[in-house]
């Protein structure tokens, strides 16, 4: 017995009414096509992922806290500002 009660001889039979319409060639692009598609479903969910994993790398340093240079500079370009808009008034 095959799948769910249909035998090997009742698959064979719907193989060969599915080549008598179709035919082989059209059959052979089909599954050429199929393959091709998948393929690209295959490649697509990689670069997905791997854009996935960039995108969580730069977050996480884009949450890492300053270093001390440039924590200092900064603190100095605001102190910097500070004082040119002071001079202004």
């Not at 994993?53 to 730069?58: F, M, N, Q, R, T």
């Not at 884009?62 to 603190?75: F, G, V, Y």
């Amino acid at each position: 017995m095959g799948f769910e009660g249909i035998g090997v001889w009742q698959l064979l039979i719907v193989l060969l009414i599915v080549v008598m319409i179709f035919g082989t060639k059209k059959l052979k692009n089909v599954g050429g096509d199929l393959g091709s598609a998948m393929k690209s479903f295959r490649s697509a969910m990689r670069d997905d992922e791997n854009k996935d994993k960039e995108d969580e790398e730069a977050e996480e340093k884009a949450h890492e806290p300053l270093s001390d240079a440039k924590a200092q500079t900064t603190e100095q370009s605001q102190q910097h500002s500070e004082d040119k808009t002071a001079e202004r008034h």
